[in-house]
């Protein structure tokens, strides 16, 4: 006879095996929900500030295609044009400096949305002047206003990916500075330029951006825990069945006590500013003066060295993203080996433009292309090493002072290279962007066993 003994079931029995509690089955679910909503944010707020930080880019790269038309109209040298663009340098990396260190303490959401609207305003009332001085005082305010764009993107990377994702997820939001690049000149350099007149690279970007800023404040959102989600640590650390390690020291810092034992203490951000200088001098001496370049010295008619830069915005996008996800799986985090790598080839392709004969547009358009694909790479690797090096409390005041150092080199870039130009030629120019490049590499170097840093490796750093 059967009994009805519990004992006489077996655990293989599925009809007595013990079932989970009710309890246990809503945990499962919440926890499969939270997850699902946490990747949809992270992927809502990477491609919100891809489209924020590409609108910058729209009030911001429209100069150097109005150039030739200022030139033509009001006879402005190339030192003029320069001091206009080192304005802007100047002005940026210092705001950039101020807005890493409060966008560290900011809601991300409103600061960029905020610096995205009054950045097309003084866009737009630049498209009323005639005159120097009023327009690189117009100009010198946009940046300030431009300042106000990155920091809060390189916030929210560091609060909403674990830094194993982060050289990924950063190279693929800075496809925003490409994308941005090539829309505005295809659309005022091809288009805007030609059948309005200089006027209309002001006003049209303008009207977009200020209609953009809205709709980035409606896609952005702050840090994980202002939509009630646990920090970046604990999300990791619960996907990988880990102990969320004890809270730190540096959560209680003040903001003083962030930036000087984090940022300027640390020699690994030293190296990053110098490198991002050097970098610079090569970035935005492409950015300023490769349109006039391919006009005045390769043969190139106006259309098509706009078409030639927007081919090296695009590669840019590719190579940015190779960099990023060379250095997170392949050198396991590290970014250093990968900066040598990208600007030893970026030197070489700049040797090889400068010699290329007038006249040879698909070699122009071959080269400017391959550059484009490794001049992203550093700019990317530099900003996540910042970053990595500092800490996530510290990561927009690092990035602040290394973008600092590098629109020293780009005010170089403007104003420098100008009257370089105007006295000595493009070859010497050349000579100093390859230079640049060779310099830019050895303090990459120098970070070439290094990677994110826990709490306490950076104390025994920063000791």
Known sequence: MRTNNASSFTPLDPKHAQMPSKQT???????SYLKKDFRYWQWRILF??????????????????????????????????????????????????????????????????????LSGCAC?????????????????LNACFQSMGSPPCQRLLTHWFPPNQLGTRWAIWNSSHQIGTAVITVVAGAYLLEQFGWRSVFFVPAVM???????????????????????????????????????????????????????????????????????????????????TFLTENKGSSLAKASWDVAGFDIAAIFG???????????????????????????????????QIPTGSSFLNAFVMFAIGFFVSGPQILQGVAAADFASKKAAGAANGLTGTFGYLGAAFSGVGVGKIVDIWGWNTAFIIFAASAFISAFFFALTWNHKATSSHSRKKLNA
């Open 48 to 117: 919100s500030l891809i489209f924020g930080y590409a609108a910058f880019y729209l009030v911001r790269q429209n100069l150097p295609i109005a150039m030739t038309a200022l030139t033509a109209e009001f006879g402005y040298t190339k030192t003029e044009l320069g001091w206009i663009s080192t304005s802007f340098a100047i002005v940026y990396g210092v705001g950039k400096a101020v807005s890493g260190t409060f966008s560290d303490r900011s809601n991300a959401r409103y600061f960029m949305s905020i610096g995205l609207f």
């Open 209 to 291: 951006v200020m209609i953009f800023a809205f709709i980035l404040f409606q896609g952005l959102r702050d840090t994980p825990e202002s939509l009630g989600f646990s920090s970046i640590e604990e999300h990791t650390a619960r996907k990988n069945n880990e102990t969320l390690p004890p809270e730190t020291e540096e959560s209680k810092l003040s903001f003083k006590e962030i930036f000087i034992t984090r940022v300027l203490k640390n020699h690994l951000v030293w190296y990053m500013c110098w490198a991002n200088l050097f970098f610079y001098i090569v970035r935005f001496g492409l950015l300023i003066w490769a349109p």
């Open 320 to 354: 940015g993203i190779m960099a990023g996800y060379l250095s997170d799986k392949v050198f396991g985090g590290r970014r250093g080996p990968v900066g040598v790598i990208f600007m030893i080839i970026l030197m070489m392709l700049l040797l090889y433009l400068w």
């Open 124 to 140: 737009f009332f630049m498209g009323f002047i005639s005159s120097f001085y009023p327009f690189i005082i117009l100009w010198t």
């Open 25 to 31: 089955l809503l945990n499962k679910i919440t926890d």
